[in-house]
């Protein structure tokens, strides 16, 4: 199974939705002030170095997903012939985690808190970089259901290189979203006060859209539904991909 420009996409939304999880969403303006050292006023004030923080914040937890997604992709490839039935059963776990995000099932270890919890910060840029590995070694119970379903699919992918892209885009579904509140963290906060009502909602939406993707890898439909938008991709595109 391949990477088509759908799965590309799914995982990068993967991302988005993990930034807008209820685990990550309310602690943006506390992980900029905590990896910047400034309180919210001087990060207003200095962009430049909220910039640099944010970016090195990102490549930490980046990096951890990236190599995440590269054990599970060479889990699949060892497992070679059987990666049809290891895409169906990525399917069923994907289906499981969207029912629990909808609030349909309960799964104790998922309720079980995995933050990392840094009373101080490591000194300089690399420090961030720490933060960042610690951040994403330390899955919280609201992202984790969404980057376990990004890591079953990437381990149903052909070939290494694919299952790398795959989680290089769910880390920037991730990362562009937190770059831009931590240069803007004025403009996130008043976002957030329009959407925290919302966030159950938002956390039912991401949960539906698992379980249809969960149902198309059981039966073996995603690929199908991928060769039919890939029709309407650029050539060009498709080469690079």
């Known amino acids: ?13 993967a991302g988005l939705l993990s930034f807008l999880s209820p685990c990550v969403l309310p602690l ?8 910047t050292g400034l309180s919210i006023d001087d990060v207003q004030a200095s962009r430049r170095t909220a910039l640099i923080h944010g970016l090195l914040f990102v490549l930490g937890f980046s990096f951890i997903f990236i190599a995440l997604g590269a054990i599970a992709t060479g889990l699949g490839q060892t497992l070679g012939a059987s990666r049809d039935w290891l895409a169906r059963i990525g399917g069923v776990v994907m289906i499981v985690f969207g029912l629990y ?18 009373a101080d910060k490591p000194a300089g840029y690399l420090g961030t970089v720490f933060v960042g590995i610690a951040f994403g070694a330390g899955w919280t119970p609201c992202i984790g259901p969404i980057l376990g379903s990004i890591l079953m699919y990437s381990s149903a992918q052909e070939t290494l290189s694919r299952g790398l892209l795959l989680l290089t885009l769910y880390s920037l579904g991730l990362a562009v979203p937190f ?6 963290v004025d403009r996130f906060m008043a976002f957030f ?16 859209v698992m379980i249809g993707v969960g149902l198309l890898m059981v039966t073996n439909r995603f690929t199908m539904l991928a060769a039919y938008l890939n029709r309407f991709t650029p050539e ?6």
Do not use: C, D, K
């Open 1 to 13: 199974m391949e990477a088509p420009t759908i799965g590309l996409f799914i995982a990068f939304s």
């Open 28 to 35: 943006v303006p506390s992980y900029v002030t905590f990896i």
């Open 101 to 118: 995000l909808m609030g349909v099932l309960n799964i104790g270890f998922l309720m079980r808190e995995r933050r990392f919890h840094l």
């Open 179 to 184: 770059v831009l509140s931590a240069l803007a």
């Open 193 to 208: 006060r329009r959407v925290r009502r919302q966030m159950v909602w938002l956390s039912r939406a991401a949960g539906l």
């Open 236 to 241: 060009a595109l498709l080469e690079r991909l």
